[in-house]
Nanobody, 127 residues
Framework: QVQLVESGGGSVQTGGSLRLSCAAS????????MGWFRQAPGKEREGVAT???????????YYAASVKGRFTISQDNGKNTVYLQMNSLKPEDTAMYFC?????????????????WGRGTQVTVSS
């Protein structure tokens, strides 16, 4: 059973930075997709960024328009961990951030049909 554990959330002021981590256990496969989604109170869950690793070891990243240029998704295959570096944070980035993973899914922030999800880590940005 794949388990995902997020960490790194917290409270920052506008313009600050945070780095989220998601450690995946029992997650194997030559083609993998991992991503970050977020959900603010009273709002629907939205995709933030995803990263796809092909069988040849290449990685492809995808971002929601609202975070492009500010957030960076990356991974450490050796540690089976994915990161989300968040810079220039805004109050509208405040949400619970969830890590997701799947080996057979359209790897896009617009697709939330991932099989495996973490419990989330809270990010709060104050003005």
């Amino acid at each position: 059973q794949v388990q995902l554990v997020e960490s790194g959330g917290g409270s920052v002021q506008t313009g600050g930075s945070l780095r989220l981590s998601c450690a995946a256990s029992e997650y194997t496969g030559s083609r993998k997709c991992m991503g970050w989604f977020r959900q603010a109170p009273g709002k629907e869950r939205e995709g933030v960024a995803t990263i796809y690793t092909s069988g040849g070891g290449y990685s492809y990243t995808y971002y929601a328009a609202s975070v492009k240029g500010r957030f960076t998704i990356s991974q450490d295959n050796g540690k089976n961990t994915v990161y989300l570096q968040m810079n220039s944070l805004k109050p509208e980035d405040t949400a619970m951030y969830f890590c997701a993973a799947d080996t057979a899914v359209s790897c896009s922030p617009t697709n939330s049909a991932f099989r495996y999800w973490g419990r989330g880590t809270q990010v709060t940005v104050s003005s």
